[in-house]
């Protein structure tokens, strides 16, 4: 009893804080890493991810949504309102994002093969390959991503973390 009430405790705490934290942005928030934890019980789950920068982050999750996922497992979540809305399993490890040339101001562009894209109801995640083989990852509206398939060659404009546009090559 007394593990069950410590385990409700811990769940209630990630709970408040991934709430607090997801609701501080406008949109989805997306974590790319490994499944490091993962504890259930009926009214939902906790898990844990190891980022690639090696910090871990806590996500709160239905049940259902964790039925074909495991500790091991590399995945990208979309993250809503403080909780999980899709999960994304990746068949292998992907190293971590690398950052465009820092500019003080201005637009930057990045260029690759589109390897996924995570569609979520207004935004989405698109995964792209650069020449060095690493996956940069760059958040784009919906409106933005229409025309474009995996496996294109593409050119995006950032501007403050968000894709401006996209062109396919």
Do not use: H
Not at 107 to 126: K, R, T, Y
Request: glycine share 10%; no cysteine; charged share 25%.
């Amino acid at each position: 009893m007394r593990r069950i009430l410590t385990l409700a405790f811990i769940l209630g705490v990630f709970i408040s804080f991934n709430s607090a934290l997801a609701q501080s942005g406008d949109g989805p928030l997306w974590v790319s890493g490994e499944v490091a934890s993962i504890f259930e019980d009926q009214d939902g789950a906790i898990f844990s991810l190891k980022l690639a920068s090696g910090e871990n982050y806590n996500i709160s999750v239905t049940n259902e949504l964790l039925e074909d996922i495991k500790v091991g497992d590399y995945v990208t979540v979309e993250i809503s309102k403080g909780w999980a809305e899709l999960i994304e399993k990746g068949d292998a490890k992907t190293g971590a994002t690398p950052k465009p040339e820092k500019k003080k101001t201005g637009p930057q562009w990045v260029a690759g093969e589109l390897v996924a894209i995570n569609e979520g109801q207004e935004d989405s995640l698109l995964s792209i390959k650069l020449s060095n083989d690493k996956i940069f990852n760059v958040s784009a509206s919906n409106d933005k991503i229409s025309g474009i398939d995996i496996g294109d060659y593409i050119t995006v404009k950032i501007l403050k973390g968000w894709a401006q546009s996209i062109t396919k090559k």
